[in-house]
Nanobody, 124 residues
Framework: QVQLVESGGGLVQPGDSIRLSCTGPVSVLSMVGMGWFREAQGRDREFVGA????????HYGAPSRGRFTISREKGNNTMYLDMKNLQPADTAVYYC?????????????????WGQGTQVTVST
């Protein structure tokens, strides 16, 4: 069973920035798109953004509002989510996922592998 691993979550204050990382086997991630989702307590999983396998194409969901940036390393087995100007509404468990194809998508069912999530809490 392939497991992706997220890291970088924690407790931050409103207005702060944070970087999340996601890593997994190169053999699995090098040719596929990847994505970030989040799940707040009591709410459905929400699309944050996705990136193509080459890292040259990204698209974002509603939560981004121009504040989030997704990137990935040239070696292609690590993806990042840089979030700035965080607000309490961004509090959630953030999950990374590896798509079945070469581009990321906003549809969770088109992702083959998932991480276990990392908690981001935005609070004073």
């Amino acid at each position: 069973q392939v497991q992706l691993v997220e890291s970088g979550g924690g407790l931050v204050q409103p207005g702060d920035s944070i970087r999340l990382s996601c890593t997994g086997p190169v053999s699995v991630l090098s040719m596929v798109g990847m994505g970030w989702f989040r799940e707040a307590q009591g709410r459905d999983r929400e699309f944050v953004g996705a990136i193509s396998w080459r890292g040259d194409g990204t698209h974002y969901g509603a939560p981004s509002r121009g504040r989030f940036t997704i990137s990935r390393e040239k070696g292609n087995n690590t993806m990042y989510l840089d979030m700035k100007n965080l607000q309490p509404a961004d509090t959630a468990v953030y999950y990374c996922a590896a798509a079945s194809g070469s581009i990321g998508t906003r549809l969770p069912n088109l992702y083959r592998y998932w991480g276990q999530g990392t908690q981001v809490t935005v609070s004073t």
